[in-house]
């Protein structure tokens, strides 16, 4: 869940009210948040930072509210203290409203070049706004949020911000090569091209860590105004000449993006959240976007939709006793304004701050929220039932003690490991093995998933060199294999691997112990195929000694291998005694 720092006295200063640490505890819980902790700026920056005790800081007591991770419209001051507000009935619930600029629409054309690396631009702008210190720090907080949050560390949207006083409209939304591009960042005193910029931050601590979504791209996306100044470089940096200051009034917003949904509830989210400091509250100034192929679209979208709900269904569900006309104002209070209509139905309107709102539930939830958990009568279950445990579960319980009474050690080892450790080091390539890669690992020895439980014992294994001889070690753990044929690209093998190490290999010890397995598991010895038993085939297989590996088939498939390991993979994972290895598959026997 995100947290949202809010200083206590401008919060209550904002709901007209001073409450205690435990009011405002019961408060918030009342909402459906959570009070983390109360401390102060100074105690932040100390903790963070390691600054020292002498260091003048403010004394000024800080709340850290933790907020859903849905809910955006809750991340900064002004829309907590606005849906804190309605709450408690103390402000009607405002109307958002796009408005067209008497002078006419500002527009945003793009070109198709920005369609190869950030094909979505949403834009609008917030007119006669006013900022205090308090406000314009809410607002480049809000967008850090946004960018960590829904954004994904800008990888699906970047915020850009300017004062539209100094720049010039129609606005271009293009792609450029970097060495074509010649533009001042933020708070520098000189120009850079595309590449500069990126070796300007290469060691930057906040920005070096967005430099990969566009560093080897051929184009860089910019926007830029009518002079052909640029005002951003989506998604590191905006431009020094259209900054925006305490003194802007006039913000133009524009977020690049990858996945235009979520652009669109950004764009909302900021808008919504700082138009009740525009002149004429709630109210925003609408742009329009012209796609390559001559699409136009208009934004903000601030859309309003209607819900529908059977109010008996919904009191139902949550387990409580109340009218429709009860069950609206619980609504309402949770910002979404509702009436009754026949029959007890409910007619909901979800307002463009409300995205976190998608399903019935949602609503089902709020209602709940709004009566209060607490105060949800507690009830005995109408039904009874016994628990069980998972059949695999229990299976691998049941093998992990016939091993152990085997004499065999269990090992717990990582589910990431190298490329090598499941390739390389095994005598295969990388792109005959089926694993799911991390996109962007952290360290070398955490790349992939692994698809074999052998590397991680090998590496136990050699990690306890000094322990006397023989070693045997198993464990029964999860496997990630790639799979095209899932939802969501892969899926779980839970295997059995057990490592027999000594002098000699001890190839019949690893041999006796798969005879053991199948024993207890009631499959028998096949003496030939075509049966419901077991039997061995001899195979080739670059991680173990020639001649020396057999597959192991059951119910006529292939469920693992045994044998010897190679030298050579022995001496990778820095061992020197002979190894022999057993894995199979053991969810056929579930």
Known sequence: MPTVNVKRDLLFKALGKTYSDDEFQDLCFKFGLELDEVTTEKLMIMKEKGLDQNTEVSD??????????????LLCLEGLTLGLLIFLNKIDIPRYMGMLSDTGMQKITMTSECLKIRGHIVAAILRDITFTKDSYDSFIDLQDKLHQNIGRKRSLVSIGTHDFDTIQGPFLYDAKPPADICFKPLNQDREYTGEGI????????????????????????????????????????????????L???????????????????????????????CK???????VEVIYPNKQVFHYPDLKYRTEEIDCEKA????????????????????????????NNILN????????????ACDIYEDIAIAYGYNNIRKTIPYLSTIAEEFPL??????LRTELACAGFTEALTFSLCSREDIADKLGHKLENVPAVHISNPKTLEFQVARTTLLPGLLRTLAANKKMPLPQKLFEVSDVILRDNTTEVGARNNRHLCALYCNKSDGFEIIHGLLDRILHVLEI?????????????????????????????????????????????????????????VLEIDIEPFV
Request: net charge neutral.
């Open 524 to 580: 028998p010895w096949s003496v030939g195929e075509n049966s419901d038993g077991y039997y061995l085939l001899a195979v080739d297989d670059p991680t173990f000694f020639r001649h020396r590996c057999a597959e192991i088939f059951c119910y006529n498939k292939v469920i693992g291998k045994m044998g010897v390991l190679h030298p050579d993979v022995i001496t990778k994972f820095d061992l020197n005694i002979p190894c022999s």
């Open 348 to 359: 909901i309107e979800v307002p463009p701050t409300r995205h976190d709102v998608i399903h």
């Open 393 to 398: 579960n229990k299976l691998s319980d049941q």
């Open 315 to 342: 009191i139902n569900y949550i387990g409580i006793k109340q009218t429709a006309e009860e069950v609206a104002n619980l609504l309402s209070k949770m910002s979404l304004k509702t009436c009754v209509r026949k």
């Open 280 to 286: 004429i509250k709630y109210t925003v100034e609408k």
């Open 198 to 245: 990126m070796n300007l931050y290469a060691n930057h601590a906040q920005l070096k860590r967005y430099l990969h979504i566009i560093k080897d791209s051929p184009v860089f996306p910019v926007v830029q105004d009518s002079n052909g100044i640029i005002l951003s470089l989506p998604p590191i940096i905006n431009g020094d000449h259209s900054k925006i200051t």
């Open 60 to 73: 000024e007591i800080i709340y850290k509210i933790d907020i859903p991770a849905n809910r955006y419209d």
């Open 247 to 277: 003194d802007t009034k006039n913000v133009f917003i524009e977020c690049t993006a990858t996945d235009l949904t979520k652009a669109r509830i950004v764009l909302d989210t900021i808008v919504c959240a700082f138009s009740q400091y």
